[in-house]
């Protein structure tokens, strides 16, 4: 994973739990990548899909909980780079 900044990764999480339909691919794939690697393992959010072009993603925490919760564990793996 490369470094992001930590406004990028908070905007991903975001994504990650809205509806991909809105965006584009590379910017879904990236946001993905994000909930698959660090929010589901770390136990932060987890699978929920509402339906076709739906959220995919779910978590009993608030949105800006998960978001900086991410940008912890992004800087304890040192993938944080300064803006």
């Known amino acids: ?7 990028r990764a908070k905007e991903l999480v975001g994504i990650g739990f809205c509806q991909p339909k809105f965006y584009k691919r590379s910017v879904w794939l990236a946001s993905k990548r994000i909930m698959e690697e ?5 136990g932060l959010a987890h699978h929920h899909d509402f339906g076709r072009g739906k959220g995919k993603y779910s978590t009993n925490l608030t949105t800006d909980e998960v978001k900086d919760a ?9 993938l944080i ?3």
């Not at 660090?38 to 770390?42: F, M, R, S, T, V």
């Not at 991410?70 to 040192?78: F, P, R, T």
């Open 1 to 7: 994973m490369r470094k992001i900044t930590e406004v």
């Open 38 to 42: 660090l929010a589901i393992p770390n």
């Open 70 to 78: 991410v940008v912890v564990i992004l800087k304890g793996k040192d």
């Open 81 to 83: 780079k300064a803006e």
